[in-house]
Structure formats: C-alpha cells, structure tokens
C-alpha cells in the first residue's frame, strides 16, 4: 500500500534535490507576496509535533465583524511538479504516525524545516483569510500567496487551557477563546446543515 512503503527512507534522486535547497529562505522570495509578518500568527499542534504546516490569526474589525487567516506551507515553492520529490510524496499521499515512527510524506529539510512554520522564523504559505460576522457567517474570502511568521507555537493542551479557563491576559490565549466562539458556531451550523462528524 502506498502508505506503507517497502523502503521508508526516501531514494537517492529525492536526497541530492534535498541538497540542492538552500538552507534558508532568501528574502527575494518575498516579492509579489503579501506581507503577514505583522499579524499575531500561531500554531496549535500535538506537544510532539515538528512539522508545524498550518497557522491561524484573527483580528476584530469594525462593526462586529472578525478577520481570519488560515495559512498553510507553501511546499510548492520548493518542490516542483513532476520531480523526484513530487512522485515520492504523492506516492505517499499522506505523512504516517506510528507507535513508534513517523513515515513522512516530504523529507524532513521540507517538512520540519523549510515549511515548518516555526515561531519566530519568516516563512512562505498560502492563505485564506476571511471575514466574518459574530454568528460566524461569511461575509468575503480571498486566498493569497503570503509570507507569515508565526507569533508562537501552541499545544493543544496550552489551547485548551486558554479555552476552559475563558479569560487571560495572553493576547494569543485571547485569540485561541475568540476563534474556538467561531469555530463552535460554524460546527453548529454544518451539523445543523446535515452534515455527518466522521471520527477516525
């Protein structure tokens, strides 16, 4: 099965395309994106995590209303189609999370280290940022080519704790209370809708 791979270490002609990327991202890459370095951006993953591919902000606007921002790592800035690394990772499909390995789908310089949205660190991702009322209904959406910076790097015991406690002084903790309100509400509404929780 492609999720189990006979080999799990990834070929030859995938390590020497790991080795011809930089170590760093050059600034140029910057340009013709859009700039989100300033919003308070921030990860929630399991404590063990390394591989940090998505964030989130949220801001208020006026009138009630809120701005969100989903951002997610741009691999395809580094991985080309139909190259080595492209054919291995949809082989894959999907990074794999063992007992007692981890199977990943990309190779670890791409997966904890160049598109890991670290805290602190500038990083290229594709974003959605959208917004919405108080009931959580959305009002426009536009999804862009974004440079982020993650403002700090959450467990989900850290966001839960933010959300059962329901106040802080943490203006991150405040953000995690503000979009668990949105999530709940957008739940609500798609269950309301008909649809179906799968669990796996």
């Known amino acids: 099965p492609a999720f189990f791979p006979e080999d799990t270490e990834f070929g030859e002609d995938v390590v020497a395309e790991m080795e011809g990327l930089p170590d760093s991202i050059d600034p140029s890459a910057f340009r013709g994106r859009i700039d989100l370095r300033a919003k308070r951006t921030f990860t929630i993953d399991p404590e063990d995590a390394k591989d940090f591919d998505d964030a989130i902000h949220i801001e208020q606007r006026d009138g009630g209303l809120w701005e969100i921002g989903v951002h997610i790592a741009d691999v395809s800035y580094f991985v080309q189609q139909e190259t080595a690394t492209d054919l291995a990772a949809r082989e894959r499909g999907t990074s794999v999370y063992l007992v007692d390995r981890v199977i990943p789908m990309l190779p670890e310089k791409l997966s904890n280290d160049l598109c890991s949205l670290k805290p602190q660190v500038d990083r290229l991702a594709f974003s959605c940022i959208m917004t919405l ?10 999804l862009e080519r974004t440079v982020i910076r993650s403002h700090r790097r959450l467990t989900y015991e850290q966001a839960q704790e933010f959300i059962d406690a329901g106040q802080t002084d943490d203006p991150v903790g405040l953000d995690v209370i503000a979009v668990n309100v949105l999530a709940r509400k957008l739940t609500a509404e798609r269950l309301g809708s ?6 796996t």
């Open 194 to 199: 008909g649809s179906i929780d799968f669990d």
């Open 133 to 142: 009322d108080a009931d959580a209904r959305v009002h426009d959406y536009r």
